[in-house]
């Protein structure tokens, strides 16, 4: 793709109020369909398209939500930015897929997050879980978002350029003093040696190394963090509708997903169960 379709495509995105992370992952996926033919991306033909998503469909047998995101940015770039509404881009959808995600509970979140390595990118972690943010939102924290008068942090354009308000714990406001005291951070709240905001690989890495010294067998990703805050919250008798306020969810379906993940439900209905076949 050359620069000056780049360029225009990312003008597009930017109109559309697309987010920065959002506009990076549509480029690198028309780059991977120009790279699939070695031709810029405004010469191809309608049945290449096609051909196109039919080996990543069936020979590349992508994940759901990576075929999701590749359908949505090369209809975004033939629709807007090259005006080419063809026939074969309303075809296209990816088959969605409920999965349920890995949920830490209560003892295991403090076994990882207590492991003493990479103490920026550990403080980071801590909050993600404590308050439930994505690592964006975490990452995207300055000082002053931390309102400890009114024990909050403050989101600011979380996903969906939404600012939301969500309860600082009394002890993570206590960690987070103790990490003010030794790194003392002037803008943003989570920082590299030379002041700049720390890259998402470094927590990520963080909670790689940290499963394994925990011994932690479940795989944990930094959204692991944030569906156990929501579960084990929930499991506390949290309202669903609170919590998707807390979660900046758009639509209440997403958040009753960790319903099915609390134990007290799992528990009730295993009673209820037991209950209605031990005459059986």
Same mark, same amino acid.
């Given at each position: 793709?050359?620069?000056?379709?780049?360029?225009?495509?990312?003008?597009?995105?930017?109109?559309?109020?697309?987010?920065?992370?959002?506009?990076?992952?549509?480029?690198? *996926?028309? !780059?991977?369909?120009?790279?699939?033919?070695?031709?810029?991306?405004?010469?191809?033909?309608?049945?290449?398209?096609?051909?196109?998503?039919?080996?990543?469909?069936? !020979? =590349?047998?992508? &994940?759901?939500?990576?075929?999701?995101?590749?359908?949505?940015?090369?209809?975004?770039?033939? @629709?807007?930015? %090259?005006?080419?509404?063809?026939?074969?881009? =309303? %075809?296209?959808? *990816? $088959?969605?897929?409920?999965?349920?995600?890995?949920?830490?509970?209560?003892?295991? &979140?403090?076994?990882?997050?207590?492991?003493?390595?990479?103490?920026?990118?550990?403080?980071?972690?801590?909050?993600?879980?404590?308050? /439930?943010?994505?690592? #964006? !939102? *975490?990452?995207?924290?300055?000082?002053?978002?931390?309102?400890? =008068?009114?024990?909050?942090?403050?989101?600011?354009? /979380?996903?969906?350029?939404?600012?939301?308000?969500?309860? %600082?714990?009394?002890?993570?406001?206590?960690?987070?003093?103790?990490?003010?005291?030794?790194? $003392?951070?002037?803008?943003?709240?989570?920082?590299?040696?030379?002041?700049?905001?720390?890259?998402?690989? #470094?927590?990520?890495?963080?909670?790689?190394?940290?499963?394994?010294?925990?011994?932690?067998?479940? $795989?944990?990703?930094?959204?692991?963090?944030? +569906?156990?805050? &929501?579960?084990?919250?929930? *499991?506390?008798?949290?309202?669903?509708?609170?919590?998707?306020?807390?979660?900046? +969810?758009?639509?209440?379906? @997403?958040?009753?997903?960790?319903?099915?993940?609390? #134990?007290?439900?799992?528990?009730?209905?295993?009673?209820?169960?037991?209950?209605?076949?031990?005459?059986?």
């Amino acid at each position: 793709m050359t620069t000056e379709l780049s360029r225009r495509f990312i003008d597009d995105m930017t109109l559309h109020g697309l987010a920065p992370s959002t506009q990076k992952v549509y480029v690198q *996926a028309v !780059e991977q369909l120009a790279a699939y033919y070695q031709r810029s991306p405004d010469g191809l033909s309608e049945q290449e398209l096609r051909d196109y998503f039919t080996y990543l469909i069936k !020979e =590349k047998q992508l &994940a759901s939500s990576t075929l999701h995101t590749q359908i949505f940015a090369v209809k975004f770039f033939y @629709t807007k930015t %090259l005006q080419k509404p063809w026939p074969t881009l =309303k %075809l296209l959808r *990816a $088959r969605p897929r409920q999965k349920l995600p890995v949920v830490l509970d209560p003892t295991e &979140a403090k076994r990882l997050l207590s492991v003493k390595r990479s103490p920026v990118a550990r403080m980071c972690a801590t909050l993600m879980y404590s308050c /439930g943010l994505r690592i #964006s !939102e *975490a990452l995207n924290l300055k000082v002053t978002d931390i309102d400890s =008068k009114r024990m909050v942090v403050i989101v600011r354009g /979380g996903k969906g350029n939404k600012d939301r308000h969500i309860p %600082l714990p009394r002890r993570t406001l206590e960690l987070l003093r103790q990490y003010w005291r030794k790194h $003392r951070p002037t803008t943003w709240l989570f920082t590299t040696l030379d002041g700049r905001p720390m890259a998402d690989h #470094s927590v990520r890495y963080f909670l790689k190394k940290a499963r394994k010294d925990a011994g932690i067998r479940k $795989r944990v990703s930094c959204h692991t963090l944030r +569906h156990s805050y &929501a579960t084990n919250l929930m *499991a506390k008798g949290a309202d669903v509708r609170v919590i998707q306020v807390l979660l900046g +969810h758009r639509s209440l379906k @997403t958040t009753t997903l960790y319903l099915h993940m609390t #134990s007290s439900v799992l528990k009730s209905i295993q009673d209820a169960i037991n209950d209605l076949m031990a005459d059986l």
